[in-house]
């Protein structure tokens, strides 16, 4: 079948463009049905109406039940009639969404379809599953709408939290970021609650202040009873046996009935109740040496079975547990009973229901015998019959909630158990005739504690109310007023994001915090790089606020992380958005004008918390409007305090920075700070370099927002300097041979702008430059490169690398260049060299005094490590006798940059 293949389905795990939840973005090829709408193909909306009648309470753009299915009489696209039964085939298998979007992209037929998700795994297979419907609809193929649904719930509770996700829910309303450590299933989800030094973690009911030697206590049943009953607290009568005819020897010495079970066994596997005769005394001590190595025999108490849930100390949930029964009409036999309990819809056979159906088999035979009654038994009318000894909720028992009744006492003696064993979270399984009297009265006992309890039957009991048992565990774990989140700033823009980056970091550092920070050179913690390479994506930020240590963090982030996965935090405390200018990567992930551009540099501002910040660019108008999308406040920067939107952000009694007689002014209406003189900022250069200007307005007016003292920003600013170890392969500045050469990362059009105004200001007697371009930039962006530098740069020398030429012929970019030069008025000389590190060499063995030489590299690590080698074999052995204090003098031709430590300060 033709039509609607997916190019590609990204994950958006993060905030994203779409929205601040995770959705699931596909690229849809409609091929031959992209002129094809739904009102043109013949049946496709009966058969699809049909098939999943459910849609009709879509609204759609309608805005009322039964608006999508107004649009398809009238005629949609596939891609959104895709997203609508991508969407429904998720709340079907049961995860509830509804967030859909539809867009047509640059190419004809294909569009961006993006659906809101829950769980990724199970997203993927619903949008899989909503195409092949699709498409079976438009084709008239038969499709097993049912049978299909059927298998996406398997799925759902195979892949899902379960229950575990009301602790999730409950830490998602207080704010408190959650992220799913790996993807094991409902048992064995393990998951991150907050972020760095004040996260912490779950596993099922577990947490990680749940101690590995109280769990082992709560599953040796013996040894747990033995504390107990050291405690005062009552448990039933026992004693471990040897084998079939000891157990039988125990039922002897404690009366009947007696319960026989594993030592430590869970989920009440092989546990054999209400035992009278020796041979189901043998059968059940078989039963239970299956399980278990070690097997206890116990007198049976009488009464219902209850479970007690205990969290930090305070009962919060019970319930009676009620074995599978039904009750007699006198007319109807056992058999028809049960079948009339089990057309309940309530009950299934599988774990999408509420309640399972009631077995049939030798063990319920056995139970109705010893009630003298089968499965043929015409019960009197308002007589109980148990149709199985167990509770269990797999075999057909029930709950009925009771919280609300349990006599203090009884809470009381769950509380002190809980506390001998030394559990934070705990079931406790009691038998009592009535839970709301003490237990003392009545006989009643408390059979076993259990780590990691279920918590699924107080949030679905058959009978009453669901318990608030995820805010429970949530509460116990964080104090009120307590969100587990750290600062966290995310530095974005097409220029000056790294240096931003880094100055933020080293600001904050200064305050004695322990410091994560990701930026296109690596992860770094406390200094220390614990990744090489790009990492301003969203992988690497999470990699830091899973850290235990960080106790802060700043996050550069790139537009391609954005596209990709979103981004890697669900809120920031300050976004800086360091400007849009000409932009760059134009025509990568449909991204075709700065408009959109600014949508996807925007993200990290629309994520912002009510009491974080926004610092944005006033003179950028692209960024400048995007100050209304922020939740917090807004900061307004600028190098002209008379900037229009900074001058009435100001007027509006709002904050601002700016340069005022060459000095750095931070000001709240018409309160102003004189914060640093630009002559004492060297990463400025005394303020020749403005665009470092900007940067460090960026970066001061962040650490203000997050209330450093200006004392210590001051004195920051102060210590950071333009060089290779601080800020590599960004303007750092180097002195070769009488010469002047400036390294930097400069690549799109708004920043070579930048990087030649600067220049000028550099005495120089010729002017030259190191410089390619990338191959996935347009024709235009590389020609409008080319123009200005050919309009500033005397000498220049191109080169090609393979991996930069993705895509284009050899040559390629060499001849797109030089066109571009040629437009320019100032370029003399063009020289083509072999390699990035080749023209490198070139450049360098070949500069003379005087000269400005500008080294725009793309690989920073090695380009960086060739220019300090090439520079340490030039240099003049120095005499050992020579004082310290004269080895950097520029005069002498020797390197005044420290070595690439690959650490920022």
């Not at 009102?39 to 999508?68: A, D, I, M, Q, Y």
């Not at 220029?495 to 904050?508: E, F």
């Not at 790009?534 to 790139?558: H, I, Q, Y």
């Not at 990568?588 to 925007?602: P, S």
Request: aromatic letters at 4%.
């Amino acid at each position: 079948m033709q039509g609607v293949i997916f190019r590609k389905v990204l994950a958006l795990r993060g905030p994203n463009i779409w929205a601040n939840s995770p959705v699931l973005e596909a690229w849809v090829d409609l091929q031959d049905l992209k002129d094809s709408p739904s009102n043109t193909l013949p049946g496709f909306n009966e058969r699809l109406k049909s098939w999943l009648p459910s849609l009709v309470e879509h609204e759609c753009s309608e805005g009322h039940r039964g608006g999508f299915f107004v649009r398809l009489d009238e005629g949609t696209w596939p891609g959104h009639i895709l997203e609508h039964v991508a969407l429904e085939l998720q709340t079907l298998a049961g995860t509830p969404v509804g967030f859909g979007r539809t867009r047509e992209t640059a190419e004809a037929g294909v569009y961006k379809v993006a659906i809101k998700y829950k769980e990724e795994a199970l997203a993927r297979a619903c949008l899989e599953s909503a195409r092949l419907l699709l498409l079976a609809a438009i084709h008239d193929t038969p499709y097993d709408t049912p049978g299909e649904i059927k298998r996406l719930q398997k799925l759902a509770y195979d892949v899902c939290l379960g229950p575990t996700a009301a602790i999730v829910d409950a830490a998602k309303a207080r704010g408190i970021p959650t992220r799913r450590l790996n993807n094991e299933g409902l048992d064995e989800s393990l998951v991150q609650l907050g972020h760095g030094v004040k996260q912490r973690r779950i596993l099922s009911a577990y947490t990680d202040r749940t101690a590995a030697i109280s769990e082992s206590i709560s599953q040796d049943k013996e040894l747990t009873k033995v504390l107990l009953r050291c405690a005062g607290i009552p448990v039933p009568q026992g004693r471990p046996v040897e084998d079939a005819e000891d157990a039988w020897e125990a039922a002897r010495e404690l009366g009947v009935p007696i319960v026989v079970k594993p030592r430590d066994a869970d989920y009440g596997h092989g546990v054999g109740l209400n035992l009278t005769t020796r041979e189901q005394i043998h059968a059940a001590y078989l039963s239970a040496r299956d399980k278990s190595e070690h097997v206890i025999a116990e007198r049976q108490a009488n009464g219902w079975e209850h479970r007690l849930l205990v969290v930090a100390g305070k009962l919060v949930a019970a319930v009676r547990r009620e074995p599978p029964q039904v009750v007699g009409d006198g007319i109807a036999n056992v058999a028809q009973l049960v079948e009339a309990a089990n057309n309940d819809p309530r009950r299934g056979s599988d774990h999408t229901t509420i309640i399972k159906k009631i077995k049939v088999d030798e063990a319920a035979l056995a139970c109705l015998e010893s009630q003298g009654l089968t499965l043929e038994s015409v019960p009197a009318p308002g007589q109980v019959v148990r149709v199985r000894r167990n509770t269990h909720l797999w075999d057909g028992g029930t709950t009925t909630d009771v919280t609300d009744i349990v006599h203090p006492e009884v809470a009381a003696r769950a509380v002190e158990a809980t506390r001998v064993v030394n559990l934070d979270v705990a079931g406790l399984d009691i038998i009592a005739e009535d839970i709301s009297r003490p237990l003392e009265e009545q006989g009643g006992v408390i059979l076993e504690i259990n780590a990691a309890p279920s918590l699924k039957m107080h949030l679905e009991p058959t009978v009453g109310s669901a318990r608030p048992v995820g805010e429970a565990i949530i509460d116990s774990m964080f104090p009120e007023g307590e969100d587990g989140r750290i600062p966290i700033v995310a530095v974005t823009g097409v220029n000056g994001k790294t240096t931003t980056t880094r100055l933020v970091a080293h600001i904050l550092r200064q305050t004695g915090v322990h410091l994560g920070m990701t930026c296109t050179d690596g992860i770094y913690v406390d200094g220390r790089r614990i990744e090489i390479g790009d990492c301003s994506g969203p992988k690497s930020a999470r990699m830091v606020l899973l850290n235990p240590k960080v106790e802060a963090a700043v996050f550069e982030v790139a537009r391609g992380g954005i596209l990709r996965e979103g981004l890697g935090f669900d809120r920031c405390h300050v976004a800086v958005v360091t400007n849009i200018g000409e932009g760059d990567h134009l025509g990568l992930g449909d991204v075709h004008t700065l408009e959109k551009l600014a949508l996807v540099k925007r993200t990290p501002v629309d994520v912002v918390l009510p009491e974080g910040t926004a610092v944005l660019n006033a003179s950028d108008p692209l960024v400048a409007a995007m100050a209304p999308k922020c939740r917090g406040a807004v900061t307004f920067f600028a190098l002209d305090e008379t900037c229009p939107a900074l001058a009435e952000h100001r007027a509006e009694g709002k904050r601002v920075a700016f340069v005022r007689d060459n000095a750095v002014v931070l000001a709240e209406g018409d309160q102003e700070v004189v914060l640093a003189d630009l002559g004492d900022v060297p990463l400025t250069l005394g303020g020749r370099v403005r665009f470092q200007v900007e940067n460090v307005l960026a970066a001061s007016a962040a650490a203000w927002a997050l209330k450093v003292p200006f004392e210590i920003i001051r004195q920051a600013l102060a210590s950071f300097t333009s060089d290779m170890r601080q800020v590599p392969g960004r303007f750092n500045i180097l002195h070769v041979r009488g010469a002047t050469v400036v390294v930097d990362f400069g690549h799109n059009p708004s920043a070579l702008v930048a990087l030649t105004e600067s220049l000028l200001q550099f005495p120089h007697e010729r002017r030259s430059v190191v410089f390619s371009a990338d191959g996935d930039r347009s024709d235009d962006a590389i020609l409008r490169q080319a123009e200005i530098l050919g309009n500033t740069i005397d000498r220049v020398i191109l080169y090609e690398e393979e991996c930069r030429n993705r895509g284009r012929k050899p040559g390629e970019i060499f001849a797109l260049l030089k066109r571009g030069l040629a437009l320019g008025s100032c370029t003399s000389e063009v020289i083509d060299a072999d390699g990035e590190l080749g023209a490198i060499r070139l450049a360098l063995d070949t500069v003379q005094p005087g000269d400005l030489l500008l080294v725009l590299h793309d690989a920073v690590e090695s380009s960086l490590a060739f220019i300090q080698n090439y520079l340490a074999i030039q240099a003049p052995r120095r005499d050992p006798r020579e004082s310290e204090s004269t080895s950097g003098q520029q005069g002498r031709g020797l390197l005044t940059t420290p070595a690439v430590s690959g650490e920022p300060s």
